[in-house]
């Protein structure tokens, strides 16, 4: 009976360890892992699956008022929503606090560490003296106090806490630049939206005048002055017109959404803004575009933090060259011992003190080569800072110049928008008086529909090359609502 037991017991560990070592096989748990083959898509498990956000996490933190059917929101409006909603803001100013407490884990290092330890053990000893084995058993237990201090290290402290101070400051500077890349984002978004509003309108005014067009041809056929193809000609025009319409409205609803996302919204909460001023001061920059290079050199956040960064690399550098340098160490313990019953021994305590001077001799030139890799590091963040600090100056003086064209397009446009309307109503008028054809005034109506449009995209590319200058020169909030939305306040409650 026991023969059979261990042959069935044998059996069964065999089997165990073949199933095993099928289970644990790398190719077995690698295909298991991913999907089948190149192009399969990988099917996950339930505990695969996209992990979700919790509705709880899920909050949107926008102003009653601003919700409120009918509101329209100004630009200031837009970017309070914006910068309490849009995660962008919360992304870095969770990474400068970071960097704040990296700064105190740096200055710890100044003070001395202190533990307390306390451990309880058992022994048994056996011994022999030439007779039958005798043994004890005694048990041991109590605290000990340590305390270890480094008192120099050649510098590497300081440094640490200099590089983690200008970590921090190039942390700092980076939550700034976050805040001001989101003002452009919401404010290129809400100018779009305002062209998007401001081109339907122009098109509902087309699509008016090609109707009286339409009327027009129909009056002079049932005349018998006018042939059908003026009509059908006319006809064309409208249908085309109409196209066009639908298209920009659509275009509407497509750019509502893009504003709700920019400002940090989902796009089905409503987000409404006013019109596009007309009223432009196309004088507004008053400042050379060397007086803007100069401050954008001392208040672009970019370049701020870039800068912190390529000196927190050069602290760096000292900072890994004293871990080759000695060091000075103070460390001590003091502790107490309680015997326990029946050994009956009173306590006893114990104290020790030691100064100790640490000289690396030898790392296999981990120093050397970490300190090697600090200083290019470094050389490299310098570069860096420097690239920055030529791209701030190219994106000033190119925002200064647009702004310079942009102004000088709307003064045209406006003029071409004059003419083209004169020309459209001699062409209206000639037609109405039989003296024109049909095609002079479809013509005319064109180019007076292209030269409304023109003037509609002059004026948005005003704004939008102003929210660029404001933002290529490092303007934060208020100055940047203020340059960006120089015309009249939009209705919806105080910015």
């Given at each position: 009976?026991?023969a059979s037991?261990?042959?069935?017991?044998l059996a069964?560990?065999s089997?165990?360890?073949?199933a095993?070592?099928?289970?644990f096989?790398?190719?077995r748990?690698?295909?298991?892992?991913?999907?089948?083959?190149?192009?399969i898509?990988?099917?996950?498990?339930?505990?695969?699956r996209?992990?979700q956000?919790?509705?709880?996490?899920?909050?949107?933190?926008?102003?009653?008022?601003?919700?409120?059917?009918g509101t329209?929101?100004s630009l200031?409006?837009?970017?309070?929503?914006?910068?309490r909603n849009?995660?962008?803001t919360r992304?870095a100013?969770?990474?400068?606090?970071?960097?704040a407490?990296q700064?105190?884990?740096?200055r710890?290092?100044?003070?001395?560490?202190?533990?307390?330890?306390?451990s309880?053990?058992?022994?048994k000893t056996s011994?022999?003296?030439?007779?039958?084995?005798?043994?004890?058993?005694?048990?041991?237990?109590?605290?000990?106090?340590?305390?270890?201090?480094?008192?120099?290290d050649?510098?590497g402290?300081t440094?640490?806490?200099?590089e983690?101070?200008?970590a921090?400051?190039a942390?700092d500077?980076?939550?700034?630049?976050?805040?001001?890349?989101v003002v452009l984002?919401i404010?290129?978004?809400?100018?779009g939206y305002?062209?998007?509003?401001?081109l339907?309108?122009?098109?509902e005014?087309?699509?008016e005048e090609a109707k009286?067009?339409?009327?027009?041809?129909?009056?002079?056929?049932?005349?018998?002055?006018?042939?059908i193809?003026?009509?059908?000609?006319?006809?064309?025009v409208?249908?085309?017109?109409q196209?066009?319409?639908?298209?920009?409205?659509g275009?509407?609803h497509?750019?509502?959404?893009a504003?709700?996302t920019?400002?940090?919204?989902?796009?089905?909460?409503?987000?409404?803004?006013?019109?596009?001023?007309e009223?432009?001061?196309l004088?507004?920059?008053s400042?050379?575009?060397?007086?803007?290079i100069?401050?954008?050199?001392?208040?672009?956040?970019?370049l701020a933090?870039?800068?912190?960064e390529?000196?927190?690399a050069h602290e760096?550098?000292q900072?890994?060259?004293?871990d080759g340098?000695?060091?000075?160490?103070a460390?001590?313990?003091?502790?107490?011992?309680?015997?326990s019953?029946?050994?009956?021994l009173?306590?006893?305590d114990?104290y020790?003190?030691?100064i100790?001077f640490?000289?690396?001799?030898?790392?296999?030139?981990d120093?050397v080569?970490?300190t090697?890799?600090?200083q290019e590091?470094?050389k490299?963040?310098?570069a860096?800072a420097?690239?920055?600090?030529?791209?701030?100056?190219?994106?000033?003086?190119?925002?200064y110049?647009?702004?310079?064209?942009a102004s000088?397009?709307?003064?045209?446009s406006?003029?071409?928008?004059?003419?083209?309307?004169?020309?459209?109503?001699?062409?209206?008028g000639?037609?109405?008086e039989?003296?024109?054809?049909?095609?002079?005034l479809?013509?005319?109506q064109?180019?007076?529909a292209?030269?409304?449009?023109?003037?509609?995209?002059?004026r948005?590319l005003?704004?939008?090359?102003?929210a660029?200058?404001?933002?290529?020169t490092?303007?934060l909030?208020p100055r940047?609502?203020?340059?960006?939305?120089?015309?009249?306040?939009?209705?919806?409650?105080?910015?």
């Open positions: 009976m026991r037991v261990r042959v069935v017991s069964a560990a089997a165990f360890l073949a095993g070592c099928s289970h096989t790398p190719d748990a690698i295909s298991s892992s991913v999907a089948p083959a190149p192009a898509p990988w099917t996950p498990p339930p505990e695969g996209a992990p956000t919790p509705e709880s996490e899920k909050k949107v933190d926008i102003p009653e008022q601003y919700t409120k059917p329209t929101l200031p409006q837009l970017v309070d929503v914006g910068l849009n995660p962008r992304e100013w969770y990474f400068a606090r970071a960097a407490a700064v105190g884990v740096k710890a290092q100044y003070f001395p560490v202190a533990e307390i330890d306390g309880i053990t058992r022994e011994f022999t003296t030439g007779g039958p084995p005798t043994s004890f058993t005694e048990t041991t237990y109590g605290p000990t106090a340590a305390l270890s201090w480094l008192l120099f050649f510098g402290r440094a640490d806490v200099a983690a101070q200008a921090l400051f942390a500077w980076g939550h700034s630049a976050a805040i001001q890349d984002t404010a290129q978004a809400y100018y305002l062209n998007a509003k401001a339907v309108v122009a098109r005014v087309n699509l009286q067009n339409l009327e027009a041809a129909e009056a002079r056929h049932r005349a018998g002055v006018a042939t193809a003026d009509v059908l000609q006319a006809k064309t409208v249908s085309q017109v196209l066009n319409l639908q298209d920009a409205q275009q509407v497509v750019i509502r959404g504003l709700a920019a400002v940090g919204v989902p796009a089905t909460i409503p987000v409404d803004v006013g019109e596009l001023p009223d432009l001061p004088d507004r920059v400042q050379s575009v060397d007086e803007l100069n401050r954008a050199m001392t208040e672009r956040p970019d933090a870039a800068r912190f390529a000196q927190a760096h550098i900072s890994v060259r004293s340098l000695p060091k000075l160490l460390a001590g313990t003091v502790s107490r011992t309680y015997y019953r029946p050994v009956g009173p306590s006893t114990d020790s003190g030691t100790l640490r000289i690396p001799v030898f790392q296999g030139g120093t080569y970490s090697k890799k600090a590091e470094a490299q963040a310098g860096t420097e690239r920055t600090a030529d791209q701030v100056v190219l994106e000033v003086w190119t925002s110049y647009d702004v310079q064209t000088q397009r709307v003064r045209t406006r003029d071409l928008l004059a003419s083209a309307s004169q020309s459209a109503d001699v062409a209206q000639r037609y109405r039989g003296v024109g054809s049909i095609l002079d479809l013509t005319a064109a180019l007076l292209d030269a409304r449009a023109q003037e509609v995209e002059a948005s005003w704004f939008l090359s102003m660029e200058l404001a933002h290529a490092g303007a909030l940047a609502a203020e340059i960006m939305n120089p015309a009249k306040k939009e209705s919806g409650g105080a910015p």
